[in-house]
């Protein structure tokens, strides 16, 4: 079965600092990987996705993330956080047509 | 385009009424599903549908009913209320039923519904 494993439910980081958000991942097919974000009282917006054309991922506002076969890992980097990158993030596993595992999500608070 | 749009937005209920939770999306998109949020498990899957007339269920189906008479509508039945259906439900739609992994097509949410139970 594939699932994801988001260590650290709360991260926070100084405005400006280097943000990593740890995923890892367990599949017994080459995964399909997803972060998404949510921000307060709304529903879950795409932020990128990994279907193996490339290890390094790009996505929306700044994140990137690596896909690292070795480690089973997707974690989630951004070089200087900013005031409104605060929100939860989730790691995500695609299980089935469509159909995605969750990670627990990781809280992200960027402190001033 | 409104997107995904669930409604309502908050609800409360006694043990043992039933409601539906509405979810309409204008997208043409065939896939829809439903998923529950609690603190501390992320997202679970509660049933899917890949088209009219086609649904499925997810990780956590029981004491949810669901049916897909139209393209547009997704809607999601609680027969008979329990507290630990307390959640925070969303509705998800994708253009491509069999993979999100194509370029055009990611998991479009809408903002949710709040159901407590009591």
């Known amino acids: 079965a594939q699932s994801v494993t988001q260590l650290g439910s709360h991260v926070s980081v100084s405005e400006g600092a280097l943000v990593l958000l740890r995923c890892n991942y367990s599949?017994?097919?080459?995964?399909?990987l997803f972060w998404y974000v949510q921000y307060p009282n709304q529903g879950l917006q795409l932020l990128l996705k990994?279907?193996?054309?490339?290890?390094l991922v790009k996505g929306i506002n700044g994140f990137e993330a690596e896909f690292k076969k070795s480690e089973t890992s997707f974690h989630l980097t951004k070089p200087s956080a900013h005031m409104s990158d605060a929100a939860e993030y989730f790691c995500?596993?695609?299980?089935?047509?469509?159909?995605?595992?969750f990670g627990t999500g990781t809280r992200l608070t960027v402190i001033p | 385009n409104a997107g995904v749009t669930q409604t309502p937005k908050f609800q409360v209920l006694k043990t043992g009424q039933s409601m539906t939770l509405q979810c309409a999306q204008d997208m043409n998109h065939e896939y829809m599903s439903w998923y529950r949020q609690d603190p501390g498990m992320g997202l679970r899957l509660i049933h899917y549908?890949?088209?009219?007339?086609?649904?499925d269920q997810g990780e956590v189906p029981n004491g949810y009913n669901v049916s897909r008479s139209t393209t547009e509508d997704f809607p999601l039945r609680l027969l008979s209320a329990a507290p630990s259906q307390t959640s925070v439900y969303f509705c998800?739609?994708?253009?491509?039923?069999?993979?999100?992994?194509?370029?055009?097509?990611?998991?479009?949410f809408g903002n949710g519904t709040r159901l407590t139970v009591t």
């Open positions: 998800a739609s994708s253009y491509d039923r069999d993979s999100l992994s194509s370029y055009n097509s990611p998991l479009h």
């Open positions: 995500a596993v695609e299980t089935g047509a469509n159909n995605l595992f």
């Open positions: 549908s890949v088209g009219a007339g086609i649904t």
């Open positions: 599949s017994s097919v080459p995964p399909y």
């Open positions: 990994y279907t193996s054309a490339a290890t």
